[in-house]
């Protein structure tokens, strides 16, 4: 049994890696990158910008089209908080 949580462990590893050069590859060509978390509202998500700011927006399910409606900036002890909670921070 061990052998399957190292492939579990070896497998999560490497998707945290790629999420890690996504985020870090769309910081740098200028754009934002989203991070999803269950314990926001249903069509909400954290969006971290190349400045440093994360927000967290509201997504229109109906029409991806429109633009998100940002619901709240996040203070820098609440940025603090969400990256100790999220591992692509790390």
């Known amino acids: 049994?061990?052998?399957?949580?190292?492939?579990?462990?070896?497998?999560?590893?490497a998707m945290q890696e790629i999420i890690k050069k996504l985020r870090h590859d769309d910081l740098n060509e200028g754009h934002c990158f989203?991070?999803?978390?269950?314990?926001?509202?249903?069509g909400q998500a954290y969006y971290e910008y190349p400045n440093g700011k994360?927000?967290?927006e509201q997504?229109?399910?109906?029409?991806?089209?429109?633009?998100?409606?940002v619901i709240h900036e996040l203070a820098p002890g609440?940025?603090?908080l969400v990256r100790q909670k999220h591992e692509v921070f790390r």
């Not at 049994?1 to 590893?13: E, F, G």
């Not at 989203?34 to 249903?42: A, E, K, Q, S």
């Open 1 to 13: 049994m061990k052998l399957n949580n190292d492939i579990t462990d070896d497998r999560l590893t």
């Open 34 to 42: 989203m991070i999803f978390d269950d314990d926001l509202p249903d």
């Open 54 to 56: 994360i927000t967290i």
């Open 59 to 69: 997504l229109n399910q109906d029409n991806l089209d429109l633009p998100r409606m």
């Open 78 to 80: 609440e940025i603090d």
